[in-house]
């Protein structure tokens, strides 16, 4: 273990035990430090892939692409792992590097307030704590989007949203909704249409559908994984995965590219043959570009919707009746279960948290029109309070660990001069977010992103919330803080 060099010693809190709050505990403690607290307002760790374990739960990403650099995993049982499988990963890389002794789960953090001595901070239970430094690792899709769907509360049958999911429930027999057209939806339907009496889809909004092959690794692949790590890196950082990752990246950022003419040949085949019924093609076609929203990754859907027991229902809701869903046509859709695949509030991050910074900054105001950080790790007037896939940072069909290392690695920088004694505390200066915002809103609308669709990428004024762009730009910027566009005190 490295002995760290720093004159001073500091107090960290992470908020949340998901994927990026182990990974900075894991960091820090590599690094020689002790004094670190990570406050989980669940009941486990896991994050999102605690939040979400509906039925038919994958990752979109190959599962070895999605492991931490230092902690690959040969025992990956699929090309893409299960959220379950995911979260019994992060599991056991947290006993592995000894981080649930830091863990204080069932706590909530209410408010942080910065102060001349730091951070105050307040937990759900009353009590206070401190630090000097404050990573917020609170994730994007852990604050479930609930529709105002008119007469909900008279549904006979069971209602939930799919990130409080039912554990143990049965579809064998039942008829089955799901509201929702993203990834979500896609592999419920999927999941429940095999063992349901059937499933109506409420889709009103087809998304494009990008094929992948999924299978199983044979325990001799496993083995081989084992006793030869370089064939999971061959997957990890190979040629096959990052061009992938390139080609939908520049397809992102320039729209009329061929990379995108290429992305959206695919699709166009994928659906015309996939879907023989030229009525329901039509209805599974997407009114705007591709990438336009998330890509839905899968296997299955298009074979799935086409079984006798799914019906695909692209026509408005009016209500919710004790018996079903009834659509604006006047069909009503008799149902036992009716899941919200609706998604989350993607622009809460800390929030509800009340975050207090220099001057009596409030986070909640500073975010009125729309969050944002400079290079989604820092906020002007909030010092020593960094975020790990915080606003404005790089989405879409990629690894967010990447992501979230590489983060890690620029706020390391940012924090040695304070660890070094020579200043206590740093912050983005409101010219150099003002800059960077003005630059990136100009290239945002640029995107795919902004081409003409909703998704949950969009601000209120109908400006992607991204990292506008090449994912080879991010990583330079992560590999070289420029400390000149920061407030050292």
């Not at 893409?80 to 599991?91: L, M």
Request: charged share 25%.
């Amino acid at each position: 273990m490295e002995t760290p060099s720093a004159q001073r010693r500091l107090r960290y809190v992470i908020i949340g035990a998901g994927m990026a709050g182990l990974l900075a505990a894991i960091k820090l403690q590599e690094r020689g430090e002790a004094d670190i607290t990570i406050y989980e307002k669940g009941d486990s760790i896991g994050g999102t892939w605690r939040e979400n374990r509906y039925a038919g739960l994958t990752c979109d990403v190959p599962a070895h692409a999605y492991t931490y650099s230092f902690a690959p995993n040969p025992d990956w049982s699929r090309f893409f792992a299960s959220g379950a499988e995911i979260k019994r990963y992060f599991e056991a890389v947290a006993v592995r590097y000894n981080i649930t002794r830091f863990i204080h789960f069932n706590t909530e953090i209410m408010s942080c307030t910065h102060t001349t001595a730091g951070w105050e901070l307040t937990l759900n239970d009353g009590s206070h704590d401190r630090a000097d430094v404050v990573i917020a690792a609170t994730g994007v899709l852990h604050h479930p989007n609930i529709p105002a769907l008119e007469g909900i509360e008279e549904f006979a049958g069971e209602a939930f949203h799919s990130a409080r999911w039912k554990d143990g429930i049965s579809f064998s027999g039942r008829r089955a909704g799901i509201i929702g057209g993203g990834s979500t939806g896609v592999q419920l339907l999927c999941a429940l249409v095999e063992g349901a009496d059937h499933v109506v889809h409420f889709n009103r909004s087809p998304q494009w559908i990008m094929p992948v092959k999924d299978f199983a690794y044979s325990a001799e692949e496993r083995r081989m994984f084992r006793e030869n790590p370089q064939l999971i890196e061959a997957i990890r950082n190979g040629e096959e995965y990052w061009n992938g990752v390139m080609r939908f990246n520049k397809a992102i950022i320039e729209p009329d590219s061929p990379e995108m003419a290429e992305i959206e040949a695919i699709l166009l085949q994928n659906l015309e043959q996939s879907v023989t019924s030229p009525e329901l093609r039509e209805k599974l076609r997407p009114t705007y570009r591709a990438a336009c929203k998330r890509l839905i990754y899968s296997e299955r859907y298009y074979e799935s919707i086409q079984n006798p027991k799914a019906i695909l229902e692209t026509d408005a809701i009016a209500r919710i009746e004790p018996k079903g869903v009834r659509m604006k046509s006047g069909v009503l859709h008799e149902l036992d279960v009716l899941v919200l695949a609706t998604g989350f509030k993607a622009d809460r991050f800390v929030r509800p948290m009340t975050v207090l910074g220099q001057n009596g900054a409030d986070l909640n105001q500073v975010w009125a029109k729309r969050p944002t950080a400079y290079l989604a790790v820092s906020i002007p007037q909030f010092p020593n309070f960094f975020l790990l896939n915080g606003p404005t940072g790089p989405v879409g069909n990629f690894s967010l660990i990447d992501i979230a290392e590489r983060q890690w690695g620029y706020i390391e920088q940012l924090l040695e001069p304070i660890r070094a004694g020579r200043f206590s505390q740093v912050a983005p200066r409101p010219e150099t977010l003002a800059d960077y915002e003005e630059r990136r809103k100009v290239a945002a609308r640029k995107t795919v992103f902004a081409s003409g669709c909703t998704s949950w990428y969009l601000d209120d004024e109908g400006i992607p919330s991204t990292w506008p762009w090449s994912y080879s730009r991010f990583a330079e910027e992560m590999a070289h803080a420029r400390l000149e566009e920061y407030d050292y005190a």
